[in-house]
């Protein structure tokens, strides 16, 4: 078969088509959104009816995932690392029902924080739920690895968890494909109870995953993605994971490395091979992407046995990515001096595109807001949050998506009134309603600007899951009609803008200002999908 | 043969098409490829760039290591600096345009800019966006630019043409044209800059 030349997230979305997936389950997130997005696109994935539209958040993507494994068939889970921190509970206790279906679900992490507010460690998380988890080094092993993860994931009954990280997720390199597989039939488990975690029967459950965890440790010896290379040089042993064995390799091009490598791509990793590594060898040098997992096993918690190296001891600095210079230090060789970067380089950070509504809406909200002393908006994540930089300066928070609204009511309890949330309309369906019924409830005297732009802007331009329903959910948790505004954020209707927002300021209760206007960059793309629709019809 | 290729611009710049294009040709040679794109936050009028690595053998690392790239191609003047540091000192090449894209309060005077690349070894700076004028469209001047780079890729120019006509095909024969005349005129330029550099 020819070889396709795919990102490491499109070669997982490859990979579960090819392993016989029935639906996808995701919300957006970089590095993770390509995963669903090619399978959307994919020919094959329509006419095997792939179920792939977005769901409203992760954890009912999650969820949604659970309840396909149940009725038998194979269901893939998507999205960035702390997309799982939303998903949690419904991860966790997923590892406890077990799986029925194949159920894989793929957290994409990204160290140095490229874009996003922490570089959290995926890994962590299948510990917690003591799943195996998959972490695939090249774009050829992360397709591969997605076909195992469904076999892995229906021999043992259980979620399997596959971690990616940005330099895989979205680097392109080219990969051949395997056979396709048929799909599940709807079936559904032998025990009608198995998902049923009341107490009594969680425990029998907990004892079933608790059991299977040296098979999980074995298997990743018998599946080769745990390996022992040898090397004749003991003064060092190297244990490199995922795709910090890349940067090993890049290292020593085209000869053999004098040390023996344990290469590491599946956990939890068997005592078995660690010890086969650890006796002959003096010292050992841990190379991982992320936090330093397998290092703190390593060297427990008395550390009293061989030398260990790796972010612990400052030998790879604790924060950010690796690469190929840092990988080159740690392992004591000389690492070339390039050119100076030039002083009068100055940065560039990302802006709100030309033209996007969020300058109206934040420019007429600055201006009602210059009676008020400073600090008052609490924000939230998305192409708004840019808000934060010159020259608008408008937001003082982003912590977590759906945040704004329930820090408002917060802030506004301890006496900052009036409070004022700043959310976009994606960030409201996946987690802001509740909040906002929260300070219905509390009568909170908080404004809520709401940006309708008619999608998801940051990640791409995705479907938004409130669309043309945003009114209806805000009456319907019990803001008042009066109190519902909606504004067009353009430069012309300024005035009256600030006027609406200086009278909901006023007001000391919920009110809910949606800013509407159609996001630029969605609003061209469609047009010219429109204009190109027009001239096949017109050819 | 081993190419590592760090492309440089500003988000909206097109130096993800530059990647297709050389990528498409690198293939279509027999060769072996990794790319690593900047997706997400930095689209948006910020920094961008991209590891691109070509070669014969089995290529290792998504990541070009620093003080080892072959070449940096940057559409941007200033964005060719911030990657000053991954160039291979005894080796590497920079071509740049040389027209600014100022969407900073800050930025700095364009001719100190130049004065900092003219002081590398090995470089060529050329006014992309004139040249692309000529060709037709502006637009193009991403195309100048890898057409500067060519000469220093170890690729077949024919391999950049059909490359060209494979991906800008499906948008008409006029885009297709005036992409050609593009990476010619880019070509053109650095192989008299060459030339007057051997006399
Ligand atoms: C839990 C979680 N999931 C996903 C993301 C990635 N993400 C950041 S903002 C955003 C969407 C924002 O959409 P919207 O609120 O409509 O604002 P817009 O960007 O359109 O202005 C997404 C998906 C995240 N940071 N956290
Ligand atoms: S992508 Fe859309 S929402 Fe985001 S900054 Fe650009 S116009 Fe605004």
Redesign the interface.
Known sequence: MDKL?L?GDEAVAQGAIDAGLSGVYAYPG??S??ITEYIQASKEAKGRNIVSDWSANEKTAMETAIGMSYAGKKALVCMKHVGLNVAADAFVNSAMTGAHGGLVVVSADDPSM??SQNEQDSRFYGKFAQIPVLEPSNQQEAYDMTRYAFDLSEKYGTPVMLRLTT??S?????IIRKEMKEQNKMSLPSDLKQFVLLPAIARKRYNTLLAKQDAFAEEGIQSENNILIDGKDKSMGIIASG?AY??L??NF??ETIPYPVLKISQYPVSKKVIKSLYDQVESILVLEEGYPIIEEGLRGILDEGKTIKGRMDDTLPMAGEL???KV?KALGME????????E??????????DGCPHWDSFGALNEALTSYSKGRVLSDIG?YT?SALPPLNSINSCVDMGASITMAIGAAEAGLVPAVAAIGDSTFTHSGMTGLLDAVNKKAPITVLLMDNATTG???GQDSAGFGKLENIILGLGVEQEHVRVINPLRRHHDDNVNVFKEELAFEGVSVIIARRECIQTLARRMKQKHAKKETAAS | MKKDIILAG??GQGILTIATII?TAA?SEGL????????????????VQS?LRISS?P??????????ADMIISVEP??S??Y??????ETGWLVSSMNPFK??S????VE??LT?IWK?PRYVTLDADKIAKEQGTVKAANIVVLGAAVPFLGLKYSSFEDAIRKIFGRKGTYLVEVNLNALKAGYDFTQEKLAKSKV
């Open positions: 030349l990102l970089t590095p959104t390509e490229h874009s330099r895989l979205h680097s392109r390199a080219g795709i890349n940067y390799l890049e091009p085209g690469n190929p210079r080159r690492t070339p001096e390039g050119y100076a970067i030039p009068i380089l100055e940065g560039r950070p990302p802006l709100l595109c192409c840019l940051m990640t791409g | 500003v988000g990528g293939l072996q490829l990794k790319q690593a794109e900047v997706h997400g936050m930095s689209q948006r009028g910020g920094d590891h053998d290529i290792a690392s998504d990541l070009i290591a620093e003080a080892s200033m964005e600096l911030r000053f540091n991954m160039l291979n000192t969407n900073i800050n930025y700095p005077v100190d800019i900092e590398l």
